[in-house]
């Protein structure tokens, strides 16, 4: 983390590799589903070394036709996990490290990215019987507290919100939406539930009731396809003298772990008229979130924080002393070569940003309001990078 911190936006590119990177990138392929399996469909994603992805095969003639791929290319990320890397195999090379910087003050964020059911509740929320990052960073941020400090000067509150088209939840107390208001702290949503913590084992819980409070509704590409970015957000609050003063100080550190919502295209669902504001939402948090990553990574002076609702939320743990990890979540099944080739090129470009060196200062790009304005901008951001 030490390392991450210390790295400038621009690098040499030799140094690439020796270094590792301000935004740290990872791919998880989950298992082959049910449907998967008795459709027959084949694996198109082979994991090797557990850093190189290889995209292997094609959905169908048509795929074959839309996206003219060569067969079988090839990716490496900071690390990559196959479908049987287990929970706290995935916990600790992610975000081990950020719990630890956390604890010194720091601030840090963990996205998960990815079509809808290619596993990111999973990775991040998990189950009972195999909690998540969510979980296990909270049970290893308590057992370092306690292996710290016997004063009980740490102090850890939670909070668990919700983005669902440009509207901001509460998910630990669901009621009206919040508004969030720019104080001294930065932004913060009114009103928010900050539930102190006391112990690991009463998050999962917290978080699964959380969890159930999710806006998630019913569409052609899966029953239970979630348009709602999810946020946890860990702050970590202790007393620390200070070495030069001697005085008593105050230090937070914050971590924020988020489940974004399914990466797919609004065009996949066939309720298009219902759910283009929506589509069109989502994708405004989530290009909002990509060109504020550009911004920072590229060192401009203006990050375009204010286009969307999760990166006003996010603001602290994206710019700032922070750390940042990406994890990209596909299936590996040929049904959905197609998304799988969307997030893992996505997660590429998160991963190559930091090479860029620009010497101008760009303004604020407009926000679309409509899916043509939206193409129009994907295309003019792919043409930028
Ligand atoms: P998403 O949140 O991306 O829509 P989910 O996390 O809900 O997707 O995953 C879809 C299904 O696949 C769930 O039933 C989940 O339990 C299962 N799943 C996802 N990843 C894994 C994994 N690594 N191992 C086992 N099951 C998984
Ligand atoms: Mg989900």
Same mark, same amino acid.
């Given at each position: 983390?030490?390392?991450?911190?210390?790295?400038?936006?621009?690098?040499?590119?030799?140094? !690439?590799?020796?270094?590792?990177?301000?935004?740290?990138?990872?791919?998880?392929?989950?298992?082959?589903?049910?449907?998967?399996? +008795?459709?027959?469909?084949?694996?198109?994603?082979?994991?090797?070394?557990?850093? %190189?992805?290889?995209?292997?095969?094609? #959905?169908?003639?048509?795929?074959?036709?839309?996206?003219?791929?060569?067969?079988?290319?090839?990716?490496?990320? %900071?690390?990559?996990?196959?479908?049987?890397?287990?929970?706290?195999? &995935?916990?600790?090379?992610?975000?081990?490290?950020?719990? +630890?910087?956390?604890?010194?003050?720091?601030? /840090?964020?963990?996205?998960?990215?990815?079509?809808?059911?290619?596993?990111?509740?999973?990775?991040?929320?998990?189950?009972?019987?195999?909690? /998540?990052?969510?979980?296990?960073?909270?049970?290893?941020?308590?057992?370092? !507290? $306690?292996?710290? *400090?016997? %004063? /009980?000067?740490?102090? &850890?509150?939670?909070?668990?919100?919700?983005?669902?088209?440009?509207?901001? $939840?509460?998910?630990?107390?669901?009621?009206?939406?919040?508004?969030?208001?720019?104080?001294?702290?930065? !932004?913060?949503?009114?009103?928010?539930?900050?539930?102190?913590?006391?112990?690991?084992?009463?998050?999962?819980?917290?978080?699964?009731? /959380?969890?159930?409070?999710?806006?998630?509704?019913?569409?052609?590409?899966?029953?239970? *396809?979630?348009?709602?970015? #999810?946020?946890?957000? &860990?702050?970590?609050?202790?007393?620390?003298?200070?070495?030069?003063?001697?005085?008593?100080?105050?230090?937070?550190?914050?971590?924020?772990?988020?489940?974004?919502?399914?990466?797919? $295209?609004?065009?996949?669902?066939?309720?298009?008229?219902?759910?283009?504001?929506?589509?069109?939402?989502?994708?405004?948090?989530?290009?909002?979130?990509?060109?504020?990553?550009?911004?920072? &990574?590229?060192?401009?002076?203006? !990050?375009?924080?204010?286009?969307?609702?999760?990166?006003?939320?996010?603001?602290? *743990?994206?710019?700032?002393?922070?750390?940042?990890?990406?994890?990209?979540?596909?299936?590996?099944?040929?049904?959905?070569?197609?998304?799988?080739?969307?997030?893992?090129?996505?997660?590429?470009?998160?991963?190559?940003?930091?090479?860029?060196?620009?010497?101008?200062?760009?303004?604020?790009?407009?926000?679309?309001?409509?899916?043509?304005?939206?193409?129009?901008?994907?295309?003019?951001?792919?043409?930028?990078?």
């Amino acid at each position: 983390v030490a390392r991450r911190l210390s790295m400038p936006a621009k690098v040499k590119e030799e140094e !690439i590799g020796k270094c590792g990177s301000r935004i740290m990138v990872f791919v998880r392929v989950r298992p082959m589903n049910k449907k998967e399996k +008795e459709l027959n469909s084949r694996c198109c994603v082979r994991i090797v070394n557990q850093r %190189d992805v290889y995209l292997t095969e094609f #959905a169908n003639e048509n795929d074959y036709l839309r996206l003219n791929r060569v067969k079988g290319r090839h990716f490496t990320f %900071d690390g990559s996990f196959t479908d049987s890397a287990s929970q706290l195999q &995935v916990y600790a090379t992610t975000t081990s490290d950020l719990v +630890e910087a956390v604890l010194q003050g720091r601030n /840090g964020s963990v996205f998960c990215y990815g079509a809808t059911g290619a596993g990111k509740t999973y990775t991040m929320l998990g189950t009972v019987e195999n909690p /998540g990052v969510m979980v296990l960073a909270i049970k290893d941020l308590f057992g370092k !507290i $306690r292996q710290r *400090s016997c %004063d /009980g000067s740490h102090v &850890v509150h939670l909070s668990y919100l919700e983005v669902y088209n440009e509207t901001v $939840r509460d998910l630990l107390c669901p009621g009206r939406p919040l508004v969030l208001r720019e104080d001294k702290q930065g !932004i913060v949503a009114a009103g928010l539930t900050q539930y102190r913590a006391s112990s690991a084992d009463e998050v999962m819980t917290l978080l699964q009731q /959380g969890n159930r409070n999710r806006t998630t509704e019913p569409t052609r590409v899966n029953e239970t *396809s979630s348009r709602s970015h #999810a946020i946890l957000q &860990v702050v970590v609050e202790y007393r620390v003298r200070d070495a030069t003063t001697m005085s008593i100080v105050n230090r937070v550190g914050k971590l924020s772990l988020i489940d974004l919502a399914g990466s797919e $295209r609004a065009l996949a669902t066939d309720q298009r008229t219902l759910r283009s504001l929506e589509g069109a939402n989502i994708n405004r948090s989530l290009l909002a979130l990509s060109s504020c990553i550009n911004a920072l &990574v590229e060192g401009k002076k203006h !990050i375009p924080y204010r286009n969307s609702k999760l990166t006003q939320l996010l603001k602290d *743990s994206l710019g700032g002393i922070c750390n940042t990890v990406m994890i990209a979540n596909i299936s590996p099944s040929s049904l959905s070569f197609g998304e799988t080739q969307n997030t893992v090129h996505w997660a590429d470009r998160a991963k190559e940003i930091r090479l860029k060196v620009s010497d101008t200062n760009e303004d604020q790009l407009p926000m679309p309001e409509t899916e043509t304005d939206q193409t129009k901008l994907v295309l003019e951001l792919q043409k930028e990078n």
